[in-house]
């Protein structure tokens, strides 16, 4: 069987392929040509380098994946989307009609339109200068939103099985995820509010005796 031959892309001659060396687009030239075995080794090299590339992008992937997946299982409250962690919505809610009820019984009536307000409230989650607080949402989602799709593999999954995403406020309004306000009339909120007013108030008590105790 005669061996193997090809055209020169240099000198156009029907040579060994042997005596040849690969130089791009799928041509061969003579060894013996000025260039020839510099191009060759700067083929092999950008062949190195464009694998790497390859392998390296695949590890970040992996790595990605691996973290997507962290997220997605850790316990704690918090983001799908940013990451963030921080407090259920319930607790903040809490938190915050405690600390309304506790400066009422104070005989300090908040304004929450006033600018003071959200010093009243930074000190409800005894927060330093500067920190912030995150509050995070179970929120209903439709599986065809525009935030699903840019979402990690396993996180699309789960929104998408579940039909809810764990989301903080800030990325929440971001990708326009509205909190869906619940249908309850006027008069069947004052009924509710004067069922647990004693309750509320308990709880207030118990705090502000607490905060009288440390003091």
């Known amino acids: 069987m005669p061996p193997p ?11 060994l392929k ?7 687009n799928g041509e061969r030239a003579c060894k013996a040509h000025e260039g020839v075995t510099e191009k060759k080794d700067q083929l092999i090299r950008q062949d190195k380098q464009e694998k790497d590339a390859v392998e ?6 992996q790595e990605r994946r691996r973290k997507e997946q962290e997220n997605l299982l850790d316990p704690k409250p918090h983001c799908w989307v940013c990451g963030a962690t921080g407090i259920t919505s319930q607790e903040f809610f809490y938190k915050l009609l405690m600390h309304n009820k506790v400066q009422e019984l104070k005989g300090n009536i908040l ?3 006033a600018p003071e307000y959200v010093e009243h ?6 927060l330093k200068p500067g ?3 995150s509050v995070i949402f179970i929120l209903p989602i439709s599986p065809d939103h525009d935030l699903v799709k840019k979402l ?4 699309r999954m789960a929104v998408q099985t579940g039909g809810v995403v764990s989301i903080c406020g800030a990325c929440a309004h971001k990708h326009g995820i509205e909190q869906p306000v619940p249908k309850i009339s006027l008069e069947k909120m ?20 607490k905060e009288a105790e440390g003091n």
């Open 131 to 133: 920190e912030k607080q």
């Open 111 to 113: 304004n929450p339109f």
């Open 190 to 209: 004052m009924t509710l509010g004067a069922i647990m007013e004693p309750v509320l108030k308990a709880e207030a008590q118990k705090l502000l005796d």
């Open 152 to 155: 990690g593999y396993d996180t």
């Open 56 to 61: 390296q992008r695949k590890k970040e992937a």
């Open 121 to 126: 409230l930074r000190a409800a989650f005894k």
């Open 5 to 15: 031959m090809t055209v020169c892309k240099i000198c156009g001659k029907n040579v």
């Open 18 to 24: 042997a005596q040849t060396y690969h130089v791009g």
